[in-house]
């Protein structure tokens, strides 16, 4: 009930602090990995391991079910295909082990044994799903606190889909039991991108439009609209993209192709001055 209500107490105080004029600054000096999904971003990942002996840690809460690429389902909250699952991602990553980090117990995730892992973990990756049931789990807790420390210690985040929504400040589709673009009292984000509002799975949900709705509420944030197979790659607060598709920048201003502008693979984006490098926006 205590932890209850301090969490309460700060998300009332804290609301709207990812519309701060911070910019879309990257405090660590960390590795982020924000994507649709896909095969290049797990080649990109994987090559950022080093080798099978890489540590790593799989966080599933997002999801209500995962597939793996050979057809095994499991559900995170049952133990049936737990192990079978495991192994998949084993294979996926091409590590010797994977460590599966997995709570919707606010409680324990302020434990110091459910954090524990991170403390030792090279890289990390965040499932897709919905960010709504992730934030619901994690926000001020002892587990968001230790996922910052991993990253000043250089480590490696990833996210699909809802794992990269969860990075940004704001948190698109936030109600943990509903897909609502914006949902009154549950946007926060990890805010590990300070001023940011991440959308997946851009051009093929046609989710152009949405980030202008929420760029216009909350005019100071950075929107970032990502294509399938395709994402930014962001280090010392420059983000590549990487993958088969684009992404596009909201910033509130209008361009040719609307109110957002497209970056292309290999194109570079300053998340700290917000301006892309060396590419002029149409």
């Not at 924000?34 to 797990?42: N, W």
């Not at 524990?116 to 926000?139: D, T």
């Not at 984000?189 to 760029?215: D, F, M, Q």
Request: aromatic share 10%.
């Amino acid at each position: 009930m205590r932890l209850q209500k301090a969490f309460l107490i700060g998300s009332a105080t804290l609301f709207l602090n990812f519309c701060s004029a911070q910019t879309g600054a990257v405090e660590n000096s960390g590795t982020l990995i924000i994507t649709s999904g896909g095969k290049t971003a797990d080649s990109l990942f994987i090559k950022m391991l080093g080798g099978p002996d890489a540590s790593v840690i799989f966080i599933p809460t997002p999801a209500s079910s995962l597939r793996s690429d050979s057809g095994v389902i499991w559900n995170p909250d049952q133990e049936e295909n737990r192990m079978e699952f495991r192994r998949e991602l084993m294979k996926r990553f091409k590590v010797n082990d994977v460590v599966v980090l997995h709570t919707r117990d606010r409680n324990v995730a302020n434990s110091e044994a459910f954090v524990r892992p991170l403390r030792q973990a090279k890289a990390v990756w965040i499932s897709g799903g919905n960010p709504g049931r992730f934030m619901a789990a994690y926000l001020g807790t002892l587990f968001a606190k230790e996922l910052e420390a991993f990253l000043n210690r250089g480590g490696i985040l990833a996210g699909e889909s809802a794992g990269a929504i969860v990075q940004g400040s704001y948190t698109i589709r936030g109600n943990p039991d509903k897909p609502v673009l914006m949902a009154k009292g549950s946007e926060r984000g990890l805010g590990i991108l300070k001023a940011v509002a991440i959308n997946p799975h851009l051009s093929s949900a046609k989710r152009e439009n949405e980030l202008v709705t929420i760029i216009d509420t909350y005019p100071d944030l950075l929107g970032v609209g990502i294509d399938d197979d395709t994402g930014f790659i962001i280090q010392n607060g420059i983000g590549k993209v990487f993958g088969k598709g684009r992404v596009a920048i909201y910033n509130n201003t209008k361009y040719k192709s609307g109110w957002y502008y497209w970056l292309k693979p290999g194109d570079e984006f300053n998340f700290l001055k917000r301006v892309p490098v060396n590419v002029t926006p149409e």
